[in-house]
């Protein structure tokens, strides 16, 4: 068996060979998922093999995976790679805590604690206010859906579910809404999908249709969920009027940013959630606008009480030294934990709040610039509007779903598509901050030119199709 030093001097030349093929080869040819296994040896067997036959297979593995961090990945809403934020993640690995106590985390506790205390004031969330980190958007909101619950009901925690409770969300909202509702019992059912508005955002006035319709009938309406940039066009719901509504009905507020609650960092864009300080809760993922690793999610509540409310539990096996204010794991939904806390960190601490805010704004900046693009030329259709980083279009009527697969399949652009109403269209994101204006306009051109090359194939249908 070799040092463990061995393998870290294996992880720096594969690294290294791993970012001097992102710039030469951004996109990696895909392997065809039946051909996998022939193309790979991913086989676990009996007996080990040789360590330079391991790092041989490790290397092949690691070229043949989509580089998420490359100039032409736009596919999902994350992207990049940022130096600090990596070296905090990796240190996190080496230290290998556990973020439920203090015992076993130290010093990692108080990073967690300042983000989450630095966020809160952002946010503009007094003394009371709390948060943690979830593993996910899907999981914060899971957590503000249950913390809405067991304040609706009294006992609820003990006796379960008794009576039928509704949710309310746009229609435009992510998917994670329905599911958690169906997970805490509560059921796909009663979860209203409330129309939106041309621009994708919840319409206010058919809240409050809706919440009303379901007190007559006899349900027990119980939470809200304002979308601050939902996954498609990046519209931003009006959490003012929203919790106007919710202080009438007395209902907890939820604001799922996941992709750009960010936009507090910034003095430019945080006017995009105002009030939403009156929110009883707003989540965010920092691995999507700031561009941390996977996962770093943050839930935060006005009121902490909630959080200790519906995931303390007592276990004297684990709590036994410290207050609870921390030993983390008297606010989280997991027991063991791992530290998402620190690679976030490193950045805020390297760039200062300051620097969060230019890459925020620098994400609107290409949009803008993507957005001007569009604007220009004929061959293109714009779907998406003012202060969004989605910036969905179709060039030539070609159907976007066939655009973006041919692209992939032959390696040259990482994009996908989405609908808003009848429409399906390319949605391009702009969340890398770490691209240029250069790099976004470099992405039409590609695109443009796979057209030219792939006329016959892409076009025919489309002239059928219009
Ligand atoms: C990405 C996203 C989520 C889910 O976050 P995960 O970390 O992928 O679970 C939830 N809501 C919105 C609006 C999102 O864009």
Same mark, same amino acid.
């Given at each position: 068996m070799s040092m463990i030093q061995d393998d870290f001097n294996q992880f720096q030349r594969i690294s290294k060979k791993l970012i001097e093929a992102?710039?030469?080869?951004?996109?990696?040819? @895909?392997?065809?998922?039946?051909?996998?296994?022939?193309?790979?040896?991913?086989?676990?067997?009996?007996?080990?093999?040789?360590?330079? =036959?391991? +790092? =041989?297979?490790?290397?092949?593995?690691?070229?043949? &995976? @989509?580089?998420?961090?490359?100039? =032409?990945?736009?596919?999902?809403?994350?992207g990049g790679r940022k130096g600090k934020a990596s070296l905090g993640d990796l240190i996190a690995v080496m230290l290998n805590n556990s973020m439920y106590t203090y015992k076993v985390a130290g010093p990692m506790v108080g990073v967690e604690k300042e983000i989450i205390h630095q966020v809160c004031r952002l946010i503009g +969330?007094?003394?009371?206010?709390?948060?943690?980190?979830? @593993? %996910?958007? !899907? *999981?914060?909101? +899971?957590?503000?859906?249950?913390?809405?619950?067991? =304040?609706?009901?009294?006992?609820?925690? !003990?006796?379960?579910?008794?009576?039928? *409770?509704?949710? +309310?969300?746009?229609?435009?909202?992510?998917?994670?809404?329905?599911?958690?509702?169906?997970?805490?019992?509560? %059921?796909?059912d009663q979860v209203r999908f409330i129309e939106t508005d041309s621009y994708g955002c919840m319409i206010p006035e058919k809240l409050e249709e809706s919440i009303?319709?379901?007190?007559?009938?006899?349900? &027990?309406? #119980? #939470?809200?969920?304002?979308?601050?940039?939902?996954?498609?066009?990046?519209?931003?719901?009006?959490?003012?009027?929203?919790?106007?509504?919710? !202080?009438? #009905?007395?209902?907890?507020?939820?604001?799922?940013?996941?992709?750009? %609650? !960010?936009?507090?960092?910034?003095n430019r864009y945080k006017f995009l959630v105002e009030s939403c300080e009156k929110a009883?809760?707003?989540?965010?993922?920092?691995?999507?606008?700031?561009?941390? @690793?996977?996962?770093?999610?943050?839930i935060l509540v006005k009121d902490k009480k909630h959080l200790y409310n519906s995931f303390s539990n007592d276990a004297s096996y684990l709590y036994q030294t410290d207050g609870d204010d921390f030993n983390l794991g008297k606010t989280s939904l997991q027991c063991g934990r791992r530290n998402d806390a620190l690679k976030f960190w490193c950045l805020w601490k390297s760039m200062g709040t300051k620097g969060l805010s230019d890459l925020v704004d620098h994400q609107f900046y290409l949009a803008d610039i993507a957005r001007d693009y569009i604007k220009k030329n004929s061959d293109y259709t714009l779907y998406s509007f003012d202060n969004s980083i989605s910036v969905c279009f179709n060039y030539k009527n070609i159907p976007a779903q066939k655009l973006c697969t041919a692209l992939y399949e032959e390696a040259k652009l990482?994009?996908? #598509?989405?609908?808003f109403r009848q429409e399906e269209f390319v949605r391009f994101v702009t969340i890398n901050s770490d691209n240029s204006a250069e790099d976004i306009l470099n992405f039409f051109h590609v695109l443009e030119q796979f057209v030219e090359d792939k006329q016959e194939l892409l076009l025919s249908e489309a002239l059928m199709d219009s």
């Open positions: 992102e710039i030469k080869e951004a996109v990696v040819a @895909p392997i065809k998922a039946e051909k996998l296994y022939d193309v790979l040896d991913l086989s676990l067997e009996e007996e080990g093999i040789s360590d330079d =036959q391991f +790092y =041989q297979v490790l290397e092949e593995l690691v070229m043949h &995976t @989509p580089r998420t961090a490359s100039k =032409q990945f736009f596919n999902q809403l994350f +969330y007094g003394k009371e206010s709390n948060g943690t980190i979830a @593993p %996910g958007g !899907s *999981m914060s909101n +899971y957590m503000a859906m249950v913390m809405a619950r067991d =304040q609706k009901v009294e006992d609820i925690r !003990s006796s379960g579910v008794d009576r039928k *409770m509704t949710l +309310y969300t746009s229609i435009d909202c992510h998917y994670s809404i329905a599911k958690n509702s169906a997970l805490m019992g509560i %059921g796909r009303s319709k379901d007190l007559n009938d006899g349900f &027990t309406p #119980f #939470f809200v969920n304002a979308t601050a940039g939902t996954t498609v066009l990046g519209a931003f719901d009006p959490i003012g009027p929203l919790s106007e509504i919710c !202080s009438k #009905f007395d209902l907890w507020l939820h604001v799922d940013g996941a992709y750009c %609650g !960010s936009v507090i960092f910034s009883d809760s707003f989540s965010f993922n920092a691995h999507k606008m700031i561009g941390t @690793p996977l996962t770093c999610s943050l990482m994009v996908g #598509f989405g609908h």
